[in-house]
């Protein structure tokens, strides 16, 4: 049995890897199957369920329509309990019939800044690193492996090259752009800061990490979809998890210990993924956390309610219209993907209101999404003097949601693991708060204090204001 080992085992890779390997499995080709853990001392309720259930849960999906389908995925064969030292995650890791470590992470969750390199002021990511060394050539200390994705997999591989356990591939299943080519950067860091070099020869010499596109819009689940799943099926799942009927994976074709035959059950297995990474992140992405800024801002508590409303739903379509189309679509490099059609494909599924996607969970990490989805946009645009008016909506109406999170205004907790929550809270009371947000280097890189970016700044934050005061945004 070939082994997936996946670190995180949250909805998301429950709606959308785990489908996938089940699918596959469902055709006959069972020789691939997912065992996964978590490396945070989270989901207490869910895991203790998923062991309950031997890995078995209840998927519900839901079209634009409305109807719902359910089914009950079996790919995860064993569920790991957490523990601090994650000795059996490690050791199913540095096990020879592994042959993949997936795992799911937040932007912020990888600690790059503007020009990739590891942030060492992140605490969690201190704390690692001083653990690693502390624990020399053979670990961590004080009986923990750390909990940041570089820690983890620094200890699954070196357990593995001390095992002899053969060659490794590391698939990244999130939004990071470039998510393998970078997040491989930051693990190398952190592998040198400790000063292993026999491990750093092991790792470039035995892995792989391709870059990956996901697509599934995945809500953290309710009390009513255990619910509904109990009254269409009969199960009490202690661990069901529902998501749109759409469902894409583009994956790079670089893996250097076999790999499934995904393409059987429509995964995308290419040679480049930077065209579609890009249409997602900066079409889906970025236009889901303008509607959940703005969403809020209205006073809304859900996606579809944005989408329904003329004044947002204008706000995400002029940005992708106006300015990301022509960024993706160029005369000298034509985009494969019909961007206009993509465009509303994306909008219809934000309309789907059976999904009550909440806009708490798309608004969060504004500090990693700025600098990931949107920023992207506006240094092209800005590079060929370009306007900027429509994505500069964007970031002015996270600025305002920001100052509405200073009084402690928003409805909901904030989540942000890339903020710096006194570093915010002085941007909001400085005398020109739209002047020291563009300043920000962390939110804006190169392009950083541009007069371009703070005029049309200072242009969308009054349109902001005139939305939130009920005014037409547009004048």
């Known amino acids: 049995?070939?082994?997936?080992?996946?670190?995180?085992?949250?909805?998301?890779?429950?709606a959308h890897q785990a489908v996938y390997v089940h699918r596959l499995r469902e055709t006959g080709e069972r020789s691939w199957a997912i065992v996964g853990g978590n490396s945070r001392p989270d989901m207490d309720e869910t895991m203790s369920a998923l062991i309950a259930q031997d890995g078995q849960y209840t998927l519900?999906?839901?079209?634009?329509?409305?109807?719902?389908?359910?089914?009950?995925?079996?790919?995860?064969?064993?569920?790991?309990p957490y523990a601090p030292d994650l000795a059996d995650l490690i050791d199913v890791g540095a096990d020879a019939d592994t042959r993949i470590v997936s795992f799911t992470v937040t932007e912020a969750g990888y600690y790059l800044d503007a020009q990739d390199r590891l942030d060492l002021s992140a605490k969690d990511l201190a704390a690692d690193l001083e653990a690693a060394r502390a624990g020399g050539p053979g670990g961590m200390s004080g009986g923990t492996t750390g909990s940041t994705i570089y820690a983890v997999l620094t200890a699954i591989l070196r357990a593995r090259m001390l095992s002899g356990a053969g060659p490794l591939t590391l698939l990244n299943c999130d939004n990071l752009r470039h998510n393998g080519d970078r997040s491989r950067s930051g693990l190398m860091q952190f592998i040198a800061l400790l000063g292993?070099?026999?491990?750093?020869?092991?790792?470039?010499?035995?892995?792989?990490?391709?870059?990956?596109?996901?697509?599934?819009?995945?809500?953290?689940?309710?009390?009513?979809?255990?619910?509904?799943?109990?009254?269409?099926?009969?199960w009490a799942d202690g661990a069901p998890v529902m998501a749109e009927s759409f469902i894409q994976w583009v994956i790079e074709d670089r893996f250097v210990a076999g790999r499934p035959a995904w393409e059987k059950v429509g995964v995308e297995m290419v040679a480049s993924v930077q065209p579609y990474e890009e249409a997602k992140i900066r079409v889906l992405n970025a236009s889901h956390s303008c509607i959940a800024w703005a969403g809020t801002l209205a006073g809304m508590r859900y996606i579809h309610e944005g989408m329904q409303h003329p004044a947002i739903r204008g706000f995400a379509h002029a940005y992708v219209t106006d300015d990301v189309m022509p960024c993706l679509d160029r005369p000298e490099q034509p985009s494969p993907i019909d961007l206009a059609a993509y465009r509303d494909i994306v909008f219809d599924r934000f309309g789907n209101p059976a999904i009550r996607d909440t806009n708490q969970r798309v608004a969060m990490d504004g500090?990693?999404?700025?600098?990931?989805f949107i920023r992207p946009t506006l240094i092209e645009r800005l590079s060929r003097g370009e306007p900027i008016a429509s994505t500069a909506m964007l970031p002015a109406l996270f600025l305002a949601?920001?100052?509405?999170?200073?009084?402690?205004q928003i409805?909901?907790?904030?989540?942000?693991?890339?903020?710096?929550?006194a570093a915010a809270h002085a941007m909001c009371d400085a005398a020109d708060p739209v002047a020291a947000f563009c300043a920000d280097t962390m939110l804006w890189g190169p392009i950083a204090g541009d007069p371009r970016l703070v005029a049309a700044m200072r242009t969308a934050t009054g349109r902001v204001a005139h939305f939130v005061n009920g005014g037409n945004p547009m004048v």
């Not at 359910?70 to 064993?78: D, S």
């Not at 500090?367 to 990931?372: A, E, L, V, Y």
């Not at 949601?401 to 402690?408: A, S």
């Not at 409805?411 to 929550?421: K, L, S």
Request: glycine share 8%; net charge neutral; hydrophobic share 35%.
């Open 196 to 234: 292993d070099e026999a491990l750093s020869r092991w790792v470039e010499a035995n892995t792989c990490c391709p870059n990956a596109m996901v697509d599934r819009i995945t809500p953290r689940p309710t009390p009513d979809v255990a619910e509904r799943v109990k009254a269409a099926t009969g």
């Open 367 to 372: 500090f990693s999404k700025i600098p990931g």
């Open 1 to 14: 049995m070939n082994i997936m080992l996946h670190i995180g085992l949250g909805s998301f890779h429950r």
């Open 411 to 421: 409805a909901y907790t904030y989540q942000d693991q890339g903020m710096d929550a």
């Open 401 to 408: 949601y920001l100052q509405r999170w200073h009084r402690g």
């Open 60 to 80: 519900e999906t839901v079209t634009p329509g409305g109807v719902r389908a359910y089914e009950t995925i079996t790919a995860i064969e064993r569920v790991i």
